[in-house]
């Protein structure tokens, strides 16, 4: 090489070194793993249907705003309507000019749209929500849940409905509605205080009072509210094996919350690995679940501390040599992750006498001498 | 010695995704997280090189990187063979940062200065302990070259890339790539005239003082 290529390796040298000082590339890792669930989510729906359809709707809202504009000078302007998709464990709240408040819970997929700053209207698509209405002279709120139409005024209420269950509640707690809907065609005057409860799939409507007395039809209700909340705490997968009426087994389990793992639904993949380990204590897949367990809190949480006690769980009770250097290797990682050095330097060092060789021995080798 | 540097990097932040390239690419296009995460600590340290070379330690050198993954993550369902993949996301790196490289010489017209003699890149080459300023000269002459010919010559010449391999990564002919590389090498000697200590190395190199 002459002397002025070897310049230009230098200075090659010299411009790499500037970068990896300037940039923590952990948090740019990071930020590609919060953008590689979401890509990856979306690489399985971009087939052109999809697309197609998304530009169709989009233009048929603007030739239908653009017809009733021109048809209507006096029609206030609709305002593009919040969609909102409330996931993970917190409630989502949306504060209002008025005062007014919309309090949306963990699950609950709505729009929020307005006519003018007076009007609003909240549409319930699936979940829960709780609404703050301020009275004022022109309010005009409206709110749409499934098929039923609450027509308010100044007013605070719960109001949910479940889309599978085709279940329709409002709870009143002060001031009065009208609930229009599926049952009760002619509408329904609510006062404060009171329930109203509706199952389409049962063909019954209730009313009762928010304390629990005076219910038309209580047991139904409290049947229904049972289901309701027994619904809440189980996962979708759970609802699908508990519909085929047999007990899941080991393997389906750890198949459906592997899926929820990997779909990034941590809290429901954490409640089936561990009730695979309570329930399948002696089987296989049991050990299996306390890797993954620990892998997930490592990736996903970045709990290490606690994904360390899962893979060494995985390591104690392991009675092959499946993916032991690989979990060895993350015990190691994690281990020196959450602090526990020593813990670090002594599974660092089985690495490097069980895998001189292997693919974290250089890690180890820094780990162990520490 | 040399295994630890070369594996130090991945150590530290990898999943163990056990698997090959062909494998990864199949836990990628099933939306396997792991695989997406074992994809970037396997191949965002050739990636970022690759960046380096031709946009110079540039700050947007990692948001260019993050967009070569996110990038190829949306298009790996069209990588026929997984084996070259090393090939292909080096091939996106170059297209990137070709595309960066165009975008702001277009809306150069805009600033009163090249972007290479923005403050910000002072920052970086002061941050360094570099013995002279010639390297920061020849960041400057390269700057001056055409997208193109900044790329074939920083891969030749910094990179040490086999003319085979920049056409690949440029989707060049083998011939095309030959003459650009030629065509650049007079380019970067008329301008380093204006450089005395980019000039001086030349002109102290046999090889380059021929051309």
Partial sequence: MNEFNKFLTDAAKVEDNIVESEFNKEVYRDRFIVHAAEITGTVSRSFPLFRVLAVAGVLGIIVLSVYIFQNDASVKTLETPQWISVRGGEDVERTFADGSKVVLLSGTKARISSQGPENKIVTIENGMASIHVVHHTNTNWSVMAGPYNVKVTGTRFSVSWNAETEYFELKLFEGQVIVNGPLIENGQILNGGRVLTASISNQNVAIGSLAGEDSDSNSELEADEAVKNDKKTESKEFRAIRKTGKRPAAKELLESANKMRLSGNIDEAKKMYLNLRQNFSNSPQSNTAALYMGRMLFDQERKYKEAAVWLQIYLDNQTDNTLKRETLGRLMEAQYRSGMKQKASMSAKKYIELYPEGPQAALAARLASE | ?211
């Fill in chain 2, 1 to 211: 010695m040399k295994s630890v540097t070369k594996y130090k990097k991945s150590n530290i932040s990898s999943i163990p995704f056990t698997g090959d390239d062909w494998e990864l690419v199949e836990g990628v296009r099933n939306g396997n997280i792991g695989a997406c995460t074992a994809f970037y600590d396997r191949y965002s340290i050739h990636v970022q090189k690759v960046l380096t070379r031709i946009m110079g330690p540039d700050q947007e050198i990692m948001d260019l990187c993050n967009e070569v993954f996110f990038q190829s993550l949306k298009s790996i369902d069209k990588l026929k063979d997984p084996y070259c993949l090393k090939a292909w996301i080096t091939q996106i790196a170059v297209f990137t940062g070709r595309r960066c490289i165009r975008k702001r010489k277009r809306t150069n017209w805009l600033k009163f200065v090249p972007f290479y003699e923005l403050p910000e890149m002072d920052r970086l080459y002061g941050a360094s302990e570099i013995p002279d300023k010639s390297v920061r000269d020849v960041r400057d002459v390269i700057s001056k070259l055409s997208p193109d010919d900044q790329i074939v010559f920083t891969l030749r010449y910094m990179e040490q890339m086999e003319i085979a391999q920049i056409a690949d990564a440029c989707g060049y002919s083998l011939r095309t790539a030959k003459r650009r590389l030629a065509s650049c090498e007079v380019r970067f000697k008329k301008i380093a005239k204006d450089y005395p200590l980019i000039a001086n190395r030349l002109q102290s190199s046999e090889k380059w003082r021929n051309r």
